[in-house]
C-alpha cells in the first residue's frame, strides 16, 4: 500500500474508539465509521454512534451481528447477568464477549475490500485490556496477516492505543482538539450511563481512573 488515503474505523460510540475515529480523521481523507448491533446490553451506545457520525459529518454504517448474542451470552448481551465490579483473578470477566474483536474486524474488511479500502483501525489496547485476549498485539497481528490472506487482498489494522494507558488515551483526545466531545458524548459505561458513567463498573474505574491521572498533570 502506498499512502493509503481512506480508513474504515471500528466504532461503537465508547472512549477508546471516539478517540480513534478523530484521530483517522486527522489522518485520512476519507474515513468510514462501522458499528455492530449484536443486541448489546445497552442500545445507546449504537445511538451515541450515530449521534457523533451525524454531528461530525462521518458516514456510519450499522451491520447486523445478531447472531453473536445467541452464541456468547454475557453480562454484556443478558439483563439478567450482573456485570462484575472487578476482573477475576483467573480467567476472562463475564463483560467479554467471545471473539467479538475478531469477528467485527473480519466483517470491517470485507466491507473495507468492497470500497477499496485496506486500512482497518480499532481502539484495542495491550496496555489497558481488561483480560481481552482479543485485545492483545499477538492477535491484531495475527489476525491482519489472516485477513489478508483469506481475501488476497493487503489489509493493515492499525490500533492508535496499544501501546498507551487510559491517562495517555485522554491526552491523545486533548491532543486531538476533542476532549470534550470524548467525556461528554460518549458511552464506555457497562451500566449505561453516558459521559462520566455510573463510577462503580470496571470500564468506568478505568476510564475515571485514567481522567483523573491526565487532569493531575496539566
Not at 476482573?87 to 467485527?104: H, I, K, S
Not at 485485545?135 to 490500533?159: G, K, N, P, Q
Not at 491532543?175 to 470496571?202: A, K
Request: with cysteine.
Amino acid at each position: 500500500m502506498a499512502n493509503p488515503t481512506k480508513a474504515v474505523v471500528v466504532f461503537s460510540g465508547g472512549q477508546d474508539s471516539t478517540t480513534c475515529l478523530f484521530w483517522a480523521k486527522q489522518k485520512y481523507e476519507e474515513v468510514i465509521a462501522i458499528s455492530f448491533d449484536y443486541g448489546q446490553r445497552h442500545n445507546l451506545e449504537l445511538e451515541c454512534a450515530k449521534n457523533i457520525c451525524k454531528k461530525y459529518e462521518i458516514e456510519h454504517h450499522i451491520l447486523d451481528m445478531g447472531l453473536l448474542n445467541q452464541l456468547a451470552p454475557n453480562s454484556l448481551t443478558r439483563a439478567d447477568m450482573e456485570v462484575d465490579h472487578d476482573a477475576p483473578e483467573e480467567g476472562t470477566p463475564n463483560t467479554f464477549v467471545d471473539g467479538r474483536n475478531m469477528l467485527f474486524l473480519t466483517f470491517a474488511a470485507v466491507f473495507a475490500k468492497q470500497r477499496g479500502i485496506h486500512v482497518l483501525v480499532t481502539g484495542v489496547s495491550q496496555s489497558d485490556f481488561s483480560g481481552y485476549p482479543d485485545c492483545r498485539h499477538v492477535f491484531i497481528s495475527s489476525l491482519e496477516t489472516t485477513l489478508t490472506l483469506a481475501m488476497d487482498y493487503e489489509f493493515e489494522v492499525i490500533t492508535p492505543m496499544m501501546w498507551i494507558d487510559k491517562k495517555e488515551t485522554w491526552a491523545m483526545a486533548d491532543r486531538l482538539g476533542v476532549f470534550d466531545i470524548i467525556r461528554n458524548e460518549t458511552l464506555t459505561c457497562y451500566n449505561g450511563v453516558m459521559g462520566d458513567g455510573c463510577g462503580e463498573c470496571p470500564a468506568c474505574k478505568l476510564r475515571n481512573r485514567g481522567l483523573q491521572e491526565y487532569l493531575k498533570s496539566l
